[in-house]
T-cell receptor, first 113, second 115 residues
């Protein structure tokens, strides 16, 4: 199946720093979702994006749906230790099934207190 | 509490045995999904069900089987035909087709180890 290119694979930052990660695809998506997963748990939805150019915030998190519909980014401002985890992007391909999300491989975030 | 409940959380299986993972949701969602997660990999879709008594193969259905006899339940059987079954399995649901304001929600996962 299709994969999203998510980068970076991992990040090690100091508490208080801002973080940015992104996902790109060669095909057009009509939905972008960002999830956070703690070790041994299921992913939790952070932000959902449904329109090209859409910029949405959720507390210290901000995500954007790229204008080309082939990319999305997630920013975390003023990171704190509980931000540690794996962040996944997921997209719904405009030409595919409305039940089949494509997932990136994740960005592992470590925050040093 | 409303949500998606997976059981068991941890399961050990001998090679050659079938095992069934349970998934129950009380969100009144029509659609349910099973994903597999391996270290360093994204989630891969095993099966999904749009509605009761219907299910479709995902990207990696070989060696797995499902049933959807009730709206709230979508059990996954990992058969002995699955060559590399050790993984973290995630069940999910959505109220209807994804997109247009509708998203997917996950259970807490089940760890399967084949010994």
């Amino acid at each position: 199946g299709q994969q999203l290119n998510q980068s970076p694979q991992s990040m090690f930052i100091q508490e208080g720093e801002d973080v940015s990660m992104n996902c790109t695809s060669s095909s057009i998506f009509n939905t972008w979702l960002w999830y956070k997963q703690d070790p041994g748990e299921g992913p939790v939805l952070l932000i959902a994006l449904y329109k090209a150019g859409e910029l949405t915030s959720n507390g210290r998190l901000t995500a954007q749906f790229g204008i080309t519909r082939k990319d999305s980014f997630l920013n975390i401002s003023a990171s704190i230790p509980s931000d540690v985890g794996i962040y996944f992007c997921a997209g719904l391909n405009s030409g595919g099934s409305n039940y089949k999300l494509t997932f990136g491989k994740g960005t592992l975030l470590t925050v040093n207190p | 509490d409303g949500g998606i409940t997976q059981s068991p959380k941890y399961l050990f299986r001998k090679e050659g045995q079938n095992v069934t993972l349970s998934c129950e949701q009380n969100l009144n969602h029509d659609a349910m999904y099973w994903y597999r997660q391996d270290p360093g990999q994204g989630l891969r879709l095993i099966y999904y069900s749009q509605i009761v008594n219907d299910f479709q193969k995902g990207d990696i259905a070989e060696g797995y089987s499902v049933s959807r006899e009730k709206k709230e339940s979508f059990p996954l059987t990992v058969t002995s035909a699955q060559k590399n079954p050790t993984a973290f399995y995630l069940c999910a649901s959505s109220s209807r087709a994804l997109g247009a304001g509708n998203t997917i929600y996950f259970g807490e996962g089940s760890w399967l180890t084949v010994v």
